[in-house]
């Protein structure tokens, strides 16, 4: 067992250029992710990193070695695949990751339901507003709402997410509630630096119109520019699951009802449709009954 776990920090020192990343990777302390390098170059019996303050490379030996670690860790992650498949019964530990709007408004209730029916299935639920490398970052499954997912990912569409544009009766109140797309360029509006940071789309009749737009706030966490749009900050535009509330309770006020705003996607990512631990499975097909945005 320690030698395979020897063989898992090599490859993520070498994936994340440092002893110090890999053990935060792999939720360890330095000083034992550099016994288990000493490890495997023992069991090696030659040197497989040249080390210096600045940077770690690979000796000759190590390129090698760095081949057959990742076959032995490959050839024991299928090992675990059929064990847990073979009764029926969902089991392990899934590393899901999804945006923190999403997850507040939408996930993670139904992660609960997920495992209160599943009970030998754990969650790890990361939360980050970027786009994650599911193989680097050894997540099982990424929930991503967006317009273009790369063609390239094996993915499941799980719903559509419409939006909404909004702002606050104290904003419109004192500056005017806009009539047209065209005039949300003279009004602050409240930016996500993942999405629409610079330009709106919308639909207007027949024609897609991308509208520029700017404002003295912007931000990489969505559910923040939830808050600065409910506190008076400017317009907003918002995923309808999370303004629905807000906009219920007359925090919020929906404005230009009369055109249409892009909708997104909300997609299951995942790495292998072939590999696939059934208690993956069961969340994803579990996700797609039950989603709602």
């Known amino acids: ?80 695949l059929k064990g847990s498949n073979a009764d029926g019964v969902p089991k392990g530990l899934l590393r899901v990751t999804a945006s923190s709007i999403f997850s507040e408004y939408c996930l993670t209730d139904l992660l609960m339901d997920f495992l209160k029916a599943n009970p030998t299935v754990a969650i790890d639920l990361q939360v980050v507003d970027r786009v994650t490398n599911l193989a680097e970052d050894g997540i099982d499954l990424a929930i991503r709402v967006t317009k273009a997912l790369d063609p390239n990912l094996i993915a499941r569409k799980l719903v559509d997410c419409p939006s909404v544009v909004c702002a606050s009766p104290a904003y419109l109140a004192a500056h005017g509630t806009p009539s047209s797309v065209g005039d949300l360029t003279a009004h602050n509006c409240l930016t996500y630096a993942y999405y629409g940071r610079s330009l709106w789309h919308f639909r207007v009749g027949s024609n897609d119109v991308a509208v520029p737009v700017s404002g003295n706030f912007s931000t990489n966490e969505a559910s923040v520019v939830m808050r600065a749009a409910t506190s008076g900050g400017g317009i907003a535009l918002l995923p309808r699951f999370a303004a629905v509330d807000a906009i219920a309770e007359g925090r919020l006020v929906p404005i230009l009802d009369d055109v249409e705003v892009e909708t997104l996607g909300v997609f299951a990512v995942y790495l292998s449709r072939q590999k696939m631990p059934l208690s993956l499975r069961m969340l994803i097909d579990f996700l797609t009954k039950n989603l709602r945005t």
């Not at 040197?47 to 000796?59: G, P, W």
């Open 1 to 80: 067992m320690d030698r395979f776990i020897s063989a898992e920090v090599f490859i993520e020192t070498v994936a994340r250029g440092s002893i110090s990343a890999a053990a935060t990777r792999l939720g360890m302390s330095r000083s034992m992710a550099t016994r288990y390098i000493t490890l495997i170059e023992e069991w090696a019996g030659a040197r497989l990193l040249h080390r210096t303050t600045r940077k770690i490379s690979l000796t000759a030996a190590g390129e090698e070695i760095l081949l057959t670690c990742k076959e032995l860790v490959a050839l024991a992650q299928e090992v675990k």
